[in-house]
DNA sequence: TAGATTGTTAATCGATTAACAATC
DNA sequence: TAGATTGTTAATCGATTAACAATC
């Protein structure tokens, strides 16, 4: 669908511009420079962005809410459900089975892994926790194409390669360690420390 | 310290380099071609960003470990320790107060606030949870300058105000909400809905 | 000295911003 | 029509990559 190639922030911000949007009742039509002061970005960058995926808006008036939020979920594979597997059931895992950021109609949340055995076939918000191991059978039946690493660093590599079996497309890393993965799978790595140690230099900076 | 202005891209690999490191033992000595191997850059952009801050190492021969690690540590500003206060104490706060990520020498958890009585003075993982109300005084007299917001996404600009009045210089903010805060504060946003969304982009064009 | 690798400059690439003709 | 705002092109800005003299 997209005309050019498009740049990651591009998706980044499409996101964003969705949920901007989806907080917004009354007004059926806006303008680029709204939407832009909604996010804290520029009207030309709101319409570069969407310009990689078509022509939503009309010259002169501006984009209508309900379609411009239809196309911006379709444009991000949002109109369908994605399953979900959480592998790591420790404080972060469960924290994740709850967040509202990830509990949504777009994604679901079908299978929890854990290696420690005091903690398999305990159920967790509705989700029976089942051994590591099982991985790649439950993957493919349950049609599961994301999986979530929430294991301490030393075991991420090794969850990678069970998820990488099973099928998964993509795999979002909690887990502050770098691994690797085949690269038909796109692999996203939220890294807390990083976060962190980047407020800690620009702090720093100021004393 | 630095020679010019540093973009944010180097800042956080210089974290990811730091990282790398730590978990090296043995060898004295690393060319940054090693080094870009480890972290999956490319020799000429560990120079770079090195060389924003100084000259750490030895033509004709690479870098000193012990020195790097220690000069990397300083320019982040991880000499020293960071007092922390989590504002929200539901799954994903309890959680990032045993992350590794987040408990380690040169972050220190010193506070943790909620708005729910049902939550106060109760004790998690040693620190006793206040009301949000005695944030400005908490973290004046706890020399706490990191907050970090896990609430819901309704309270977030209240409890980033209330960080505000408190003196925080940085912070972390996890609730699906963007925040606005005094412009002297650095503000981060770790977006996990965002980070799903632009997963599911990805996968979405393979289908 | 010869070989290796740094620090840095110049060339390239890509994203953002500015500007405006086209269009409602 | 006049006014407003889009979609898009050109100009600018900034980061990455390539290349090499300086140095151990």
């Known amino acids: ?78 109109d369908s459900t994605w399953g979900i597997a959480i592998v790591g059931i420790g404080n972060l895992g469960a924290a994740l089975l709850t967040y509202p950021g990830f509990k949504r109609e777009e994604f679901e949340i079908r299978a929890a892994f854990d290696r420690d055995e005091s903690k398999i076939e305990k159920v967790w918000r509705g989700i029976k926790v089942q051994h590591v191991d099982k991985i790649p059978k439950v993957l493919s039946e349950r049609q599961i194409k994301i999986g979530v690493i929430t294991t301490p660093a030393t075991s991420a590599q090794e969850v990678a390669d069970k998820l990488a079996k099973g099928g998964v497309k993509g795999i979002l890393n909690f887990a502050p360690v770098r691994i690797s993965v085949p690269k038909e799978i796109r692999l996203k790595n939220v890294d807390l420390s990083m976060q962190l140690e980047t407020l800690s230099y620009f702090l720093r900076k100021l004393t």
């Open 1 to 78: 669908m997209p005309r050019f190639k498009v740049p990651e922030v591009t998706v980044e911000r499409l996101s964003i511009y969705l949920r901007a949007i989806k907080n917004l009742e009354g007004d059926e039509i806006l303008s680029s420079q709204e939407l832009a002061d909604l996010v804290g970005t520029s009207d030309g960058q709101v319409r570069k962005d969407l310009a990689y995926f078509g022509e939503f808006g009309v010259p002169g008036q501006g984009y209508r809410i309900a379609k411009l939020k239809q196309e911006i979920r379709h444009i991000l594979g949002l």
